[in-house]
């Protein structure tokens, strides 16, 4: 059984950076197209971003775009957010996905097979 494992949150203020990672533990996969999604308390899940393994394809939520980087090591299955310039209202849970599935957007939760437990970012004003 794949599981993927979230690190990097924290307490942060207003216009710092901070670095998710998240790596798969279990059997070995590759998943097509890895992604970040995050929920705050009373909110929906919502998209951050996603990358696809083999063209390296990104894709953002215009919330993110120009602030925040997604990456990922091929040779580790291990994918990473680059938040930086983070706001209050980044403040939210954030969880790793992963998929197989080809021919998707990229931006639906629905479509992501594989889910962590997810790591807490904090910004304070």
Do not use: H
């Amino acid at each position: 059984q794949v599981q993927l494992v979230e690190s990097g949150g924290g307490l942060v203020q207003a216009g710092d950076s901070l670095r998710l990672s998240c790596a798969p533990s279990g059997r070995t996969f590759s998943p097509y197209i890895m992604g970040w999604f995050r929920q705050a308390p009373g909110k929906e899940r919502e998209f951050v971003a996603a990358i696809w393994r083999y063209d390296g394809r990104t894709y953002y939520a215009d919330s993110v775009k120009g602030r925040f980087t997604i990456s990922r090591d091929n040779a580790k299955n291990t994918v990473y957010l680059q938040a930086n310039s983070l706001k209050p209202e980044d403040t939210a849970l954030y969880y790793c996905a992963a998929t197989g599935r080809i021919g998707i957007r990229g931006s639906d939760y629905a479509e992501y097979d594989y889910w962590g437990q997810g790591t807490q970012v904090t910004v304070s004003s």
